[in-house]
T-cell receptor, first 111, second 112 residues
Framework: DQQVKQNSPSLSVQEGRISILNCDYT??????FLWYKKYPAEGPTFLIS???IKDKNEDGRFTVFLNKSAKHLSLHIVPSQPGDSAVYFC??????????WGAGTKLIIKP | DADVTQTPRNRITKTGKRIMLECSQT?????MYWYRQDPGLGLQLIYY???????NKGEISDGYSVSRQAQAKFSLSLESAIPNQTALYFC???????????FGPGTRLLVL
Protein backbone atom coordinates (compact mmCIF):
# COMPACT_ATOMS: atom_id res chain seq x y z
CA ASP A 1 0.00 0.00 0.00
CA GLN A 2 1.44 3.34 -1.05
CA GLN A 3 2.03 5.60 1.93
CA VAL A 4 2.79 8.64 -0.24
CA LYS A 5 0.66 9.29 -3.30
CA GLN A 6 0.95 11.74 -6.13
CA ASN A 7 -2.25 11.17 -8.05
CA SER A 8 -1.44 13.33 -11.07
CA PRO A 9 1.16 11.69 -13.34
CA SER A 10 1.47 14.91 -15.32
CA LEU A 11 0.49 18.57 -15.26
CA SER A 12 0.67 21.20 -17.99
CA VAL A 13 0.82 24.91 -17.06
CA GLN A 14 1.24 28.10 -19.04
CA GLU A 15 4.46 30.02 -18.48
CA GLY A 16 3.95 32.78 -15.91
CA ARG A 17 0.98 31.09 -14.23
CA ILE A 18 0.89 29.18 -10.97
CA SER A 19 1.79 25.47 -10.87
CA ILE A 20 0.25 23.45 -8.04
CA LEU A 21 1.51 19.93 -7.39
CA ASN A 22 -0.27 17.76 -4.87
CA CYS A 23 0.73 14.93 -2.56
CA ASP A 24 -1.26 12.84 -0.09
CA TYR A 25 0.05 10.56 2.65
CA THR A 26 -1.46 7.97 4.92
CA UNK A 27 1.05 7.55 7.76
CA UNK A 28 0.38 9.98 10.62
CA UNK A 29 3.88 9.30 11.98
CA UNK A 30 5.49 11.25 9.13
CA UNK A 31 6.95 14.45 10.55
CA UNK A 32 9.04 15.83 7.71
CA PHE A 33 8.16 16.31 4.08
CA LEU A 34 10.30 17.15 1.09
CA TRP A 35 9.95 18.00 -2.56
CA TYR A 36 12.57 16.97 -5.07
CA LYS A 37 12.93 17.95 -8.69
CA LYS A 38 14.34 15.64 -11.34
CA TYR A 39 15.54 16.41 -14.85
CA PRO A 40 16.12 13.62 -17.41
CA ALA A 41 19.46 11.81 -17.03
CA GLU A 42 20.06 13.41 -13.64
CA GLY A 43 19.43 12.40 -10.05
CA PRO A 44 16.70 14.08 -7.99
CA THR A 45 17.71 17.38 -6.41
CA PHE A 46 16.30 18.76 -3.18
CA LEU A 47 13.91 21.66 -3.67
CA ILE A 48 12.11 22.54 -0.46
CA SER A 49 10.95 20.89 2.76
CA UNK A 50 8.55 21.39 5.63
CA UNK A 51 8.36 20.11 9.17
CA UNK A 52 5.07 18.89 10.58
CA ILE A 53 5.12 21.71 13.14
CA LYS A 54 4.60 24.22 10.32
CA ASP A 55 1.87 24.64 7.75
CA LYS A 56 3.81 26.69 5.22
CA ASN A 57 7.37 27.15 4.05
CA GLU A 58 8.47 29.54 1.34
CA ASP A 59 11.66 29.81 -0.70
CA GLY A 60 11.58 32.28 -3.54
CA ARG A 61 9.08 31.14 -6.15
CA PHE A 62 8.42 27.88 -4.30
CA THR A 63 5.99 27.44 -1.41
CA VAL A 64 4.99 24.21 0.27
CA PHE A 65 1.75 23.96 2.22
CA LEU A 66 0.99 21.21 4.72
CA ASN A 67 -2.51 20.28 5.89
CA LYS A 68 -1.99 17.67 8.59
CA SER A 69 -5.65 17.01 9.26
CA ALA A 70 -6.14 16.14 5.59
CA LYS A 71 -2.73 14.45 5.31
CA HIS A 72 -2.07 16.57 2.26
CA LEU A 73 0.72 18.76 1.04
CA SER A 74 1.12 20.87 -2.03
CA LEU A 75 3.91 22.67 -3.85
CA HIS A 76 3.15 26.03 -5.45
CA ILE A 77 5.44 27.51 -8.08
CA VAL A 78 4.78 31.16 -8.92
CA PRO A 79 5.43 32.28 -11.57
CA SER A 80 6.14 29.11 -13.54
CA GLN A 81 9.15 29.23 -15.84
CA PRO A 82 10.28 26.93 -18.68
CA GLY A 83 13.16 25.66 -16.55
CA ASP A 84 10.62 24.33 -14.06
CA SER A 85 9.66 21.59 -16.52
CA ALA A 86 10.75 18.42 -14.71
CA VAL A 87 9.43 15.52 -12.66
CA TYR A 88 8.59 16.50 -9.08
CA PHE A 89 8.70 13.94 -6.29
CA CYS A 90 7.11 14.26 -2.89
CA UNK A 91 8.81 12.36 -0.04
CA UNK A 92 8.07 11.89 3.65
CA UNK A 93 10.00 10.65 6.65
CA UNK A 94 9.56 9.88 10.30
CA UNK A 95 12.38 9.56 12.80
CA UNK A 96 14.17 6.61 11.16
CA UNK A 97 15.89 8.63 8.42
CA UNK A 98 14.20 6.69 5.65
CA UNK A 99 12.33 8.58 2.98
CA UNK A 100 9.10 7.23 1.48
CA TRP A 101 8.56 8.53 -2.04
CA GLY A 102 5.61 9.32 -4.23
CA ALA A 103 5.56 8.23 -7.88
CA GLY A 104 6.23 11.73 -9.19
CA THR A 105 4.37 14.32 -11.27
CA LYS A 106 5.75 15.45 -14.60
CA LEU A 107 5.34 19.23 -14.89
CA ILE A 108 5.33 20.75 -18.36
CA ILE A 109 5.55 24.53 -18.67
CA LYS A 110 4.15 25.74 -21.97
CA PRO A 111 5.61 28.92 -23.52
CA ASP B 1 33.07 18.15 -9.72
CA ALA B 2 29.95 16.24 -8.70
CA ASP B 3 29.56 15.51 -4.98
CA VAL B 4 28.01 12.08 -5.59
CA THR B 5 29.22 10.02 -8.54
CA GLN B 6 28.00 6.71 -9.88
CA THR B 7 29.71 4.28 -12.23
CA PRO B 8 28.82 3.03 -14.74
CA ARG B 9 26.15 5.42 -16.00
CA ASN B 10 24.70 2.79 -18.32
CA ARG B 11 25.07 -0.98 -18.33
CA ILE B 12 23.66 -3.83 -20.37
CA THR B 13 24.11 -7.33 -18.98
CA LYS B 14 22.70 -10.81 -19.40
CA THR B 15 20.55 -12.88 -17.10
CA GLY B 16 22.64 -14.70 -14.51
CA LYS B 17 25.62 -12.38 -14.65
CA ARG B 18 27.07 -10.70 -11.56
CA ILE B 19 27.22 -6.94 -11.75
CA MET B 20 28.45 -4.22 -9.43
CA LEU B 21 27.35 -0.60 -9.35
CA GLU B 22 29.63 1.83 -7.58
CA CYS B 23 28.98 5.07 -5.72
CA SER B 24 31.46 7.59 -4.39
CA GLN B 25 30.84 10.83 -2.50
CA THR B 26 32.94 13.81 -1.52
CA UNK B 27 30.34 15.37 0.78
CA UNK B 28 31.75 13.70 3.89
CA UNK B 29 28.35 12.28 4.82
CA UNK B 30 28.03 9.20 6.97
CA UNK B 31 24.71 7.97 5.60
CA MET B 32 24.47 6.41 2.15
CA TYR B 33 21.56 4.81 0.29
CA TRP B 34 20.79 2.74 -2.79
CA TYR B 35 17.44 3.16 -4.54
CA ARG B 36 15.87 1.82 -7.68
CA GLN B 37 13.29 3.60 -9.78
CA ASP B 38 10.87 1.86 -12.13
CA PRO B 39 8.63 3.69 -14.62
CA GLY B 40 5.54 5.10 -12.92
CA LEU B 41 6.85 4.35 -9.45
CA GLY B 42 8.66 6.37 -6.85
CA LEU B 43 12.10 5.53 -5.56
CA GLN B 44 12.28 2.28 -3.62
CA LEU B 45 14.98 1.79 -1.00
CA ILE B 46 17.22 -1.23 -1.53
CA TYR B 47 19.87 -0.85 1.19
CA TYR B 48 21.17 1.90 3.42
CA UNK B 49 24.23 2.42 5.59
CA UNK B 50 24.63 4.81 8.50
CA UNK B 51 28.38 4.25 8.71
CA UNK B 52 31.01 1.77 7.53
CA UNK B 53 29.97 -0.88 10.04
CA UNK B 54 26.22 -0.37 9.79
CA UNK B 55 24.35 -1.87 6.83
CA ASN B 56 20.56 -2.21 6.71
CA LYS B 57 18.07 -3.75 4.33
CA GLY B 58 15.51 -1.52 2.72
CA GLU B 59 12.10 -2.43 1.37
CA ILE B 60 13.32 -4.38 -1.70
CA SER B 61 16.69 -5.94 -0.78
CA ASP B 62 16.09 -9.44 -2.20
CA GLY B 63 18.51 -10.21 -5.03
CA TYR B 64 20.90 -7.42 -4.02
CA SER B 65 23.89 -7.06 -1.71
CA VAL B 66 26.01 -4.07 -0.73
CA SER B 67 29.48 -3.24 0.52
CA ARG B 68 30.54 -0.08 2.36
CA GLN B 69 34.26 -0.05 1.66
CA ALA B 70 34.87 3.36 3.23
CA GLN B 71 32.88 6.36 4.36
CA ALA B 72 32.99 7.66 0.81
CA LYS B 73 32.19 4.43 -1.08
CA PHE B 74 29.07 2.28 -1.20
CA SER B 75 28.68 -0.47 -3.81
CA LEU B 76 25.58 -2.36 -4.90
CA SER B 77 25.86 -5.88 -6.33
CA LEU B 78 23.42 -8.01 -8.24
CA GLU B 79 24.75 -11.53 -7.66
CA SER B 80 22.75 -13.10 -10.47
CA ALA B 81 20.96 -10.49 -12.53
CA ILE B 82 17.40 -11.11 -13.73
CA PRO B 83 15.33 -9.10 -16.26
CA ASN B 84 13.01 -7.58 -13.63
CA GLN B 85 16.05 -5.85 -12.14
CA THR B 86 16.10 -3.66 -15.22
CA ALA B 87 15.69 -0.18 -13.71
CA LEU B 88 17.31 3.15 -12.94
CA TYR B 89 19.51 2.93 -9.83
CA PHE B 90 20.37 5.91 -7.64
CA CYS B 91 22.87 6.36 -4.86
CA UNK B 92 22.27 9.07 -2.26
CA UNK B 93 23.98 10.50 0.80
CA UNK B 94 22.73 12.45 3.80
CA UNK B 95 23.65 13.79 7.17
CA UNK B 96 21.97 15.64 9.93
CA UNK B 97 18.41 15.78 11.03
CA UNK B 98 15.93 16.27 9.57
CA UNK B 99 16.68 14.14 6.56
CA UNK B 100 17.70 15.68 3.25
CA UNK B 101 19.31 13.38 0.71
CA UNK B 102 21.70 14.22 -2.12
CA PHE B 103 21.64 12.03 -5.19
CA GLY B 104 24.06 10.81 -7.80
CA PRO B 105 23.17 10.97 -11.51
CA GLY B 106 21.91 7.39 -11.66
CA THR B 107 22.86 4.16 -13.42
CA ARG B 108 20.55 2.82 -16.10
CA LEU B 109 20.70 -0.99 -16.02
CA LEU B 110 19.25 -3.30 -18.66
CA VAL B 111 19.20 -7.04 -17.96
CA LEU B 112 18.56 -9.14 -21.07
Amino acid sequence: DQQVKQNSPSLSVQEGRISILNCDYTNSMFDYFLWYKKYPAEGPTFLISISSIKDKNEDGRFTVFLNKSAKHLSLHIVPSQPGDSAVYFCAASSSNYQLIWGAGTKLIIKP
Amino acid sequence: DADVTQTPRNRITKTGKRIMLECSQTKGHDRMYWYRQDPGLGLQLIYYSFDVKDINKGEISDGYSVSRQAQAKFSLSLESAIPNQTALYFCATSEGSPETQYFGPGTRLLVL
